[in-house]
């Protein structure tokens, strides 16, 4: 049997993607080959996808205009984001309350109007906040803003974390990623952050919502159900998560199951394990940061798997699919 009829089979069943940026579609800011020809055969066979990325650092609008100048056309509403996540538990759990976001300004419109701190209010001797919010900051983390994170969380403050990303590949090379100032806060306040980015089950149970949405108004030509999911586990599991939508609407989208969409990523643990756990199919991409090393590694962890799928690109997938 040959690669490409194994991947058809490890694929079987497969109605709807959930791609990973970096690694996947794009590296180093530069778009990866084959990334446009395989969106554009998902278009043409009606293969519902949306990019799942924990990119919390500009807004989905800024995002989808970037990468329209590079080449790769996807509107804003197929994108997911770590910081859009974020910002719809900040919208549902603390409304008008005072919070404060660690981000970057354009990642901030994600959370308009919501009463948001700034860094000299939160900077205050006195100041308090319902919750802290840690994202792709970049020369936001400076110490006094770091100290202020940890004194509100220490007072209190529900802590969240839009990712826990250890580290990140750009033009200039390997890049901290603020995955390592939410390790400090655990340690220094001894509390764990809620994720809301990969490998939290909140971003893959967004993007199973998303892509029902998509299924359903493809409509049955392209042979994609139309008919709300019955089956009780997948619909707790996007009612337990912590996503914008409410229970009723994800429930009446719900026309794929977890287990008939995969996440398509180059990172082991964010995007393939995380996507294992939520209960969708974990398909690693060989053209990002990780490579064969790192799939041993982590399936011979305790509570590792191997991936459903291994690929050379996304274009294998695509192809083993349309």
Do not use: C
Request: charged share 20%.
């Amino acid at each position: 049997m040959t690669a490409a009829s194994d991947l058809r089979r490890s694929l079987a069943g497969v109605r709807g993607l959930i791609l990973d940026l970096d690694g996947v579609l794009v590296l180093r800011n530069e778009l990866l080959p084959g990334a446009v020809e395989a969106l554009a055969a998902m278009d043409r066979a009606r293969l519902p996808y949306v990019i799942g990325t924990n990119i919390s650092m500009i807004g989905r609008p800024t995002l989808a205009r970037d990468l329209a100048r590079g080449g790769l056309a996807v509107p804003a509403d197929r994108i997911v984001t770590a910081a859009s996540a974020a910002a719809a538990v900040a919208r549902r759990r603390f409304g008008d309350e005072p919070i404060y976001v660690m981000t970057s300004q354009d990642a901030l419109t994600e959370f308009h109007g919501l009463r948001l701190l700034s860094h000299d209010e939160a900077a205050q001797p006195g100041a308090v906040a319902e919750a802290v919010f840690v994202g792709d900051a970049a020369d936001e983390f400076t110490p006094r803003n770091v100290q202020s994170a940890f004194r509100l969380i220490h007072g209190g403050a529900a802590f969240v974390a839009m990712h826990k990303n250890r580290w990140w590949i750009t033009p200039s090379g390997i890049l901290l990623d603020s995955g390592a100032y939410v390790a400090a806060l655990e340690y220094a306040t001894e509390r764990r952050a809620l994720v809301t980015g990969k490998p939290s089950r909140a971003l893959f149970a967004e993007g199973v919502r998303l892509l029902s949405e998509l299924a359903s108004r493809a409509g049955s030509s392209d042979g994609v159900a139309t008919t709300p999911a019955t089956d009780a586990a997948t619909a707790t599991d996007v009612a337990q998560a912590t996503t914008p939508a409410t229970d009723a609407a994800v429930r009446g989208a719900a026309s794929l199951q977890f287990d008939e969409v995969a996440m398509v990523g180059d990172d082991m643990w964010n995007d393939i394990r995380g996507a294992q756990k939520a209960g969708l199919r974990g398909v690693f991409a060989r053209s990002g940061k990780h490579g064969d090393a790192e799939v041993v590694r982590a399936a011979g962890e305790r509570g590792g798997r191997e991936p459903d799928a291994i690929a050379a690109s996304i274009g294998e997938v695509v192809a083993a699919l349309t």
